[in-house]
Structure formats: C-alpha cells, structure tokens
C-alpha cells in the first residue's frame, strides 16, 4: 500500500515522469485485469524506447523515470486521456457518435413496437443466464439475451466499461472487448480508457457506438441504487 496526502492508504501504482507531469496525451499500458487492475503506463515517447528492446531493461530503464502514485490518483489521471482528441480526429468521433444515436433510434422504435417493450410491470436481468426477462403479472413475456456494456455512476460522475468491471461476469462482458478494440483501432480513448468522467448521456452515447460494434438489436438502461447500468439486447423473443 502506499500514503497519499489525498486519498489516504491505497494500492500502489507506476507512471513514466512524462504523464506524472501531463496525464492529458495518450498512454501505452496493458489492459487492466482482475489481478492487476492499474497496469504501470508510459507516454508515447517512451514507447519508442520501449519499443527499441521490446522491454525494459537495464538499457532503456533509465528513460522512463518511474514514478509511484496511489490507486485514485492514477485514476484520475487515466481519465484525462479520455478527452484529447481534437482536429479531423474529433470531428470524425462526433460524426460517429451522432450515426450511431440515428441508427439506434430506428432500431429502438422497431424494437419496443414489436414486443411492447415499455408496457411491462417488471424487468429482471441474471447475469448467469445472461438474460433481461420483461414480465407481467402472469409471468415472464419477453426475453432478451444481453451483453452488459457498462454503468454510469451518479455517485463518483464516471462511466466504467463493463469489460474492466470485474465484479460482472465474464460470460457477459466478453463480446464488449470489441468495442475497446474497435477504439483502439480508429484512436477513440473513451473507448479505450476504462473509466471517465461521464453523466447519463454519456452512457447512452457509449450505449448505442456499443450496440453498433456488436450487432445488437438494441440497448436498454437498468436504473440501480449508484447510477445506471447499460446492457446491449443481442438477441429478444417471446417467452
């Protein structure tokens, strides 16, 4: 554990000098895991150097200049990449943000038309059987397969992406990688970043770029006691 004069006693964790000073750039790190969820991080200048020995040794150690800092603070600072696009970059993000809202609108009114998605008593989703049952009084009417997207909180204000949050099964949160992938690929960091600062909307924009990587028939958001959790509907049927 390490001492921080913000956040008190937490788990330790290590940057390269370049993002201790400016977190707001891009971060070459390994994916968070459930045995090492804040992966040591560097900037891209190091990873040239990184990349010279595929790496770090006593040759190019010395580059990086390893700082420590708490849990929550490397937390903070992941979230500042979050939001560094800008130019043709930042336009092409938007353009597909706002794609993907039309589309999913379409695909939403189809949806809840076909199986009267909004006039059931009682949602219910089981992690386990990987399903959201809609039902009434006479038992369960709809089915849905799902893939949990992720959750925004209205507690701390962020989004968390369902495939760095590991207290949810990993039979529901597998296809989601895509997703990430998919960010990677096209240099979208709130698609790659696992948690930022967010509100509701957020969610729902994350939501439908979610169900447009994945195929989905449509997304749908469980309110909970901290915030709301975003689920991909993969598959639907009568019951």
């Known amino acids: 554990m390490v001492e921080c004069s913000n956040h008190g006693s937490r788990e330790p964790a290590f940057l390269c000098r370049h993002l201790m000073e400016n977190s707001r750039q891009a971060w070459f790190c390994a994916h968070p895991t459930a045995d ?53 970059t930042l336009a092409h993000w938007q353009h597909y943000v706002a794609a993907c809202c039309e589309k999913m609108k379409a695909s939403q009114s189809k ?6 998605l909004g006039g059931y008593s009682r949602w219910d989703w089981e992690q386990s059987s990987g399903e959201l049952v809609f039902s009434d009084q006479d038992g369960p009417k709809v089915i849905a397969k799902i893939e949990f997207i992720g959750s925004v909180s209205t ?60 195929g989905a028939r449509g997304v749908y958001r469980t309110p909970g006691e901290e915030g709301f959790t975003f689920l991909a509907l993969m598959d639907v049927r009568n019951a």
């Open 36 to 88: 090492n969820l804040w992966p040591n991080a560097w900037c891209s200048s190091c990873d040239i150097e990184f990349l010279k020995e595929g790496e770090w040794n006593e040759k190019n150690e010395h580059v990086i200049e390893a700082g420590l800092v708490c849990s929550e603070c490397y937390e903070a600072k992941r979230a500042d990449s979050s939001d560094i696009l800008s130019g043709e």
């Open 155 to 214: 507690t701390s204000k962020t989004w968390l992406w369902a495939w760095a949050n590991f207290h949810i099964l990993e039979s529901v949160r597998s296809k989601i990688i895509a997703v990430r992938d998919f960010g990677e690929k096209n240099g979208y960091p709130k698609l790659v970043v696992p948690k930022w600062p967010a509100d509701e909307i957020d969610g729902w924009n994350m939501a439908v770029i979610a169900a447009d990587v994945l």
């Open 111 to 116: 949806l809840w038309e076909e199986y009267q």
